[in-house]
């Protein structure tokens, strides 16, 4: 696993452009998020998100969030009526995860988990890899959110699955991980309380 310092406004464009061939080509990159280190990989590419899986250890029908640019960008993928759109705009950008009805141009199976951080670090990110990326953790399933880039080598060193490049922005906030909150049912209902405290509009 090779390990390149995230400290933009200094991460040059041959970095950049590097990190973009890994994403492009179906790799799988550590990130880091508003909450823990995450796990970017292009949602278009079936291998990618099935080396995810690999990576975690998960089950393939397990659903995968992603993070979004923005609430234009989300609707592509997303079903987002104007109760939706309000609550989904009174929360973002935040350490939010909401889940949506999926349209029929959606890679993935299942709900679309939608994630707009208020983070600088994804959406340079995005910025990037000019699409939507994967937002799983960076932890093989069932074990802890992972908080710094030491970690994560930990993590994964002796498996035979491992991420292909970590973005190394130093340690982040022990402790932070996402609230997820579906919105596919008339009420919206807490599946997971994180950081952001939730209350309908």
């Given amino acids: 696993m090779k390990i390149v310092l995230f400290q933009p406004p200094a991460f040059v464009e041959k970095d950049a452009a590097y990190v973009r061939g890994i994403f492009e080509s179906g790799g799988v990159i550590v990130f880091p998020s508003d909450t823990a280190y995450g796990l970017a990989a292009n949602p278009c590419n079936a291998a990618a998100v099935q080396k995810i899986f690999d990576i975690k250890q998960r089950p393939i029908n397990a659903d995968i969030s992603c993070i979004f640019r923005n609430l234009e960008e989300a609707r592509i993928w997303a079903e987002i009526n104007q109760d939706q759109e309000k609550i989904l705009k ?14 029929k141009m959606y890679p993935l199976s299942g709900k679309v988990g939608v994630r707009i951080p ?43 699955m491992r991420p292909d490049l970590i973005l190394d922005a130093g340690p982040l906030m022990a402790g932070r991980i996402s609230t997820v909150i579906d919105l596919t049912q008339d009420t919206p209902k807490i599946v997971r309380q994180g950081s952001g405290r939730f209350l309908a509009v």
């Fill in 118 to 160: 208020n983070s600088d670090l994804t959406r340079f990110l995005s910025s990037i890899f000019r699409s939507p990326y994967t937002a799983t953790s960076a932890n093989i399933s069932g074990r802890p959110s992972l908080y710094t880039a030491e970690d994560v080598v930990k993590e994964f060193e002796n498996m035979n």
């Fill in 90 to 103: 009174s929360c973002l950008p935040g350490s939010y995860t909401f889940l949506l009805q999926a349209t």
